[in-house]
């Protein structure tokens, strides 16, 4: 090879063989596809794990759920890498209804269910002390998806015995990038009375207390907010001074 001529380094066998790909399920490869540039690698193997997608120095990890699963593979390689999480926060659902045996559809509908940004503190709750580490970024993207389920009677009594079999990507709808602890605090409104609760919280966003609650124990743990007193039963809150 001539001085100065650059090579592709070659495909690791994980590369090459698709390790995690044949287990990979609808909606993580449909915003794996989405996400994509050219020149990204794909299930690339470091420090002892599989990446779902290397762009340069950055790792990048795509988790449809279950940030408890994720959570010591970004600790350990936050170590000496900078990585980027994506997650997906359903704005819109249709939801198809399959046959146990076979698959062909029954039905199609659109859900009633409508999600909203605020609704990504159901799984941050589980890593919320990762995000001021360096080179931690985080993205959520606001999808309309398809929900596959079928009546197996296999599926959790919340759903009646009905299993969700798939899940797919229909649209990308915006997507939202945090890169710091301060970027967090765009979701408490100018007009909170200082301190604040809960309640007042919940008040001023028109959510849930439980996912208010969410909230400030995120913002806490990314020492974002402080606690500075108590009224009755009721944390007191003000936003802390980050450090630059």
């Given at each position: 090879m001539a001085a100065g001529e650059e090579t592709e380094s070659p495909k690791t066998a994980a590369e090459r063989q698709g390790i995690n790909l044949?287990?990979?399920?609808?909606?993580?490869?449909?915003?794996?596809?989405?996400?994509?540039?050219?020149?990204?690698?794909?299930?690339v193997p470091v420090s002892g794990?599989?990446?779902?997608?290397?762009?340069?120095?950055?790792l990048v990890e795509i988790q449809t759920r279950n940030f408890t699963a994720i959570r010591p593979k970004l600790k350990a390689l936050l170590q000496d890498h900078p990585v980027h999480l994506l997650h997906p926060v359903t704005y819109e659902k249709w939801v198809v209804q399959v046959?146990?045996?076979?698959?062909?559809?029954?039905?199609?509908?659109?859900?009633?269910?409508?999600?909203?940004?605020?609704?990504?503190?159901?799984?941050?709750?589980?890593l919320p002390d990762?995000?001021?580490?360096?080179?931690?970024?985080?993205?959520?993207a606001l999808i309309r998806e398809?929900?596959?389920?079928?009546?197996?009677?296999?599926?959790?009594k919340h759903r009646k015995?009905?299993?969700?079999?798939?899940?797919?990507?229909?649209e990308v709808v915006s997507t939202h990038r945090f890169s710091s602890s301060q970027d967090f605090l765009q979701f408490l409104p100018q007009d909170?009375?200082?301190?604040?609760?809960?309640?007042?919280?919940?008040?001023?966003?028109?959510?849930p207390l439980h996912r208010c609650r969410q909230i400030t124990y995120c913002l806490r743990k990314m020492e974002a907010l402080?606690?500075?007193?108590?009224?009755?039963?009721?944390?007191?809150?003000e936003q802390a001074v980050l450090a630059p």
């Amino acid at each position: 090879m001539a001085a100065g001529e650059e090579t592709e380094s070659p495909k690791t066998a994980a590369e090459r063989q698709g390790i995690n790909l044949h287990n990979e399920r609808s909606l993580h490869a449909g915003l794996k596809q989405w996400y994509a540039q050219p020149h990204d690698r794909f299930e690339v193997p470091v420090s002892g794990f599989v990446i779902d997608l290397v762009r340069g120095p950055q790792l990048v990890e795509i988790q449809t759920r279950n940030f408890t699963a994720i959570r010591p593979k970004l600790k350990a390689l936050l170590q000496d890498h900078p990585v980027h999480l994506l997650h997906p926060v359903t704005y819109e659902k249709w939801v198809v209804q399959v046959e146990d045996k076979g698959g062909a559809m029954l039905s199609r509908r659109k859900s009633p269910y409508r999600g909203a940004l605020t609704d990504l503190f159901e799984e941050l709750v589980r890593l919320p002390d990762l995000v001021p580490l360096k080179g931690f970024t985080l993205e959520f993207a606001l999808i309309r998806e398809e929900e596959v389920r079928c009546r197996d009677g296999k599926g959790s009594k919340h759903r009646k015995k009905v299993s969700i079999k798939d899940r797919k990507l229909l649209e990308v709808v915006s997507t939202h990038r945090f890169s710091s602890s301060q970027d967090f605090l765009q979701f408490l409104p100018q007009d909170l009375p200082q301190p604040f609760s809960n309640r007042d919280l919940a008040a001023a966003l028109a959510l849930p207390l439980h996912r208010c609650r969410q909230i400030t124990y995120c913002l806490r743990k990314m020492e974002a907010l402080a606690v500075v007193g108590k009224l009755r039963n009721e944390l007191l809150y003000e936003q802390a001074v980050l450090a630059p």
